[in-house]
Structure formats: C-alpha cells, structure tokens
C-alpha cells in the first residue's frame, strides 16, 4: 500500500495560487479545493489548472443540491478538457444546514440523490442521450416540452469519489465512486469507515483496494505536541456545536461510532448553550492528535506509517500557518517523510 500526499487549498488564505504551484513543484501529488459557503470549488481549480502541469486537481467537496446533475457533468467535463485530463470530482450531500439555509434545496433523500447524480454524471460524459427515470431525478422532466439532449463535448472520464461518514452512504461510496472522501478519522478505528466500504465493494465485485481512500488531516511541526493537539481539539467545538443540529450532525455521528459519544455530545450541549470556551476545552485533547499530524519530524513519520498500514491511500493536508515560505517547506518535508513511511519496514 503506498501513501501519497494531497493539498487542501482555500482561496480566502494568502499566496493561494503561488501555494498550488509550489506544492507541485516540491512533490504533492494532488490539490483539493473545498466548498461551503465561501467560493465554489471548480472557478480556483480552473485558475490552478492553467498554472500547473502534473498535480491532480479535485473538488473537496462540490455539494449536491447546488447544481443539477447536468451542470455538475458539465462543470466536471471542463475541469476535465481545461486540465488536461487531471481532474477529479468530489461530491458530498452537505448537511440540512447548509443546503436548506444557504441553497434554499430541500435536502432529502441524500443517499439516492448520490446515486442518481452519479449515474447521470456517467451517462453525459460518456456521451449518452440523457433519459433517465429515478426516484429523484427525472429526465426529460415528464409532461413537459423537455428532449433527451446528448452533450455535445467529447466524452471523457469523470472520476468520482464521494464524501461518506453514516453507514448507508458508506455503502454507496462502496459500490460506485472511485474513492472515499473521509474525514472524523483515526487509524485505530478505520474498520468504522473502511468495513462499509469494503463490504459494499465485495457485494459490487470488486474490493476495497479499487478505491482511493482520502482521509482528511491538518499538519503541524512543533516540539510542543500537547499544546498544539490542544489547540486542533478547541477547533472541533464548531463541528460538534454548529455544524449541524442535534438531531442531524454527521460529524458527531462518526465519532460516537469510535468511542466518543459522551465527549461530542457534552461539547454540543454546551455549545448550545452559549457556553464557547467550556465546548472547545471539553474536547478530549486525544481528538485533536488522533486526527492530524502533530509533532516533529519523526513522530509524524510513524504517524504516517500508521495511516498506510491501515489502509489510507491519500492524506488530504491542510497546512497552518499564513507565511507561503514555512507552508512549502512544510510541505516538502512532509513529501520525503511520506516516501520514506511508504518503504516498508
């Protein structure tokens, strides 16, 4: 099993563009864009694109519901003639929050929408007439003066992977994406992600080895290990508190399932509340360190060791700090640290 090293990058951050460059300069082997409620995914991959050459480019995440499924296909299939062929498109549901308050999309059935978008995303870009008949998707839209339509771009090959965390879309990622966008994640527990997936991989007849499995992480060199794990964990009082409501929240769904139910559902309760401090400093600090690279150079190696041994096959990194010079050397000292965890004890 072999790790390769991805690259979170945000535009609202300084340098963004001239970061992209220099990560593929010094070995990064792909550049993830994120989406919320900021700037879209494909435009910044479109810039970086034009200004790199190897590095893959992908959404992390584009979010069903903002789009049909024929602009994703379309936005997919630029991104993929702009880039040559580098291209790869991450899709996620989001959450009720985002989609229903910054959307205005109703999110229901988030499973089937999955399918369905991938399905037709398939169809146009192997340039097939569109027809389709689903439960949420119906195209041409029935009684109306609506055509099955073939895209007129050249057909061409639109890898797809899918963020999962429940167990249902698990299963779909499974038996359809050609990878696992995953977050929430610590190596002693990927069976909680990875037994899903592979189940639902066998079912499909193929295996867990025939996806890209990318697991989010934030990467920090520091001598002072517990302070910056402390730091990390205080971040996670957002996800716990905000990032969802207390009957739908993904993220505190994925860490009960490894342990940490009583812990996620202290810190949304107090966030709730109003109380901030007392939400950040009651995520256990195992949280923070159990889900990033923290620490100097030869801890972080063994740290990377741990992710290749249990199956991880891309770390999508996100870097701390503003100064462009410290963040690529950052960088490259982790792309030798990961060849050297990739040489097999």
């Not at 001598?223 to 993904?250: P, Q, V």
């Amino acid at each position: 099993m072999t790790l390769t090293v991805g690259l979170s990058v945000n535009p609202q951050e300084p340098d963004w563009l001239e970061l992209a460059r220099e990560a593929e300069r010094v070995g990064v082997d792909s550049i993830w864009m994120p989406e919320f409620w900021a700037y879209d995914a494909f435009t910044p991959l479109a810039a970086i694109a034009a200004r790199t050459q190897r590095v893959c480019l992908a959404t992390g995440i584009a979010q069903l519901g903002a789009r049909t499924p024929a602009m994703l296909a379309m936005s997919a299939m630029s991104l993929q003639h702009i880039s040559a062929g580098r291209f790869v498109l991450g899709i996620g549901a989001s959450g009720p929050q985002v989609m229903e308050g910054w959307h205005g999309t109703e999110f229901s059935r988030p499973v089937r929408r999955t399918r369905e978008t991938i399905e037709i995303i398939r169809m146009i870009a192997a340039g097939e007439r569109l027809s389709y008949s689903g439960e949420v998707y119906r195209l041409p839209l029935p009684g109306s003066e609506g055509v099955a339509i073939r895209s007129r771009a050249e057909p061409c090959l639109i890898p797809i992977y899918i963020a999962a965390l429940g167990p249902a879309n698990l299963a779909l990622t499974g038996e359809l994406a050609d990878g696992w966008i995953g977050n929430s994640f610590f190596t002693e527990s990927a069976d909680a992600f990875f037994a899903p997936l592979g189940a639902a991989a066998r079912q499909a007849g193929r295996s867990l080895s025939d996806l890209d499995l990318v697991v989010a992480v934030s990467l920090e060199f520091t001598e002072d290990i517990e302070a910056a794990g402390r730091r990390h964990a205080d971040g996670y009082a957002f996800t716990f508190g905000a990032m969802g409501s207390r009957g739908s929240n993904f993220y505190n769904n994925a860490f009960a399932r490894q342990g940490f139910g009583d812990d996620v559902a202290e810190v949304q309760r107090l966030w709730a509340e109003g109380d901030r401090t007392a939400a950040a400093a009651r995520v256990p600090i195992e949280i923070g360190l159990g889900t990033n690279l923290i620490g100097p150079p030869d801890v972080v190696r063994e740290r990377l060791r741990a992710y290749r041994d249990c199956g991880v096959t891309t770390l999508r990194v996100s870097l701390v700090g503003d100064d462009l010079r410290e963040r690529v050397a950052a960088l490259g000292i982790l792309v030798d640290l990961v060849k050297d965890a990739n040489v097999t004890d």
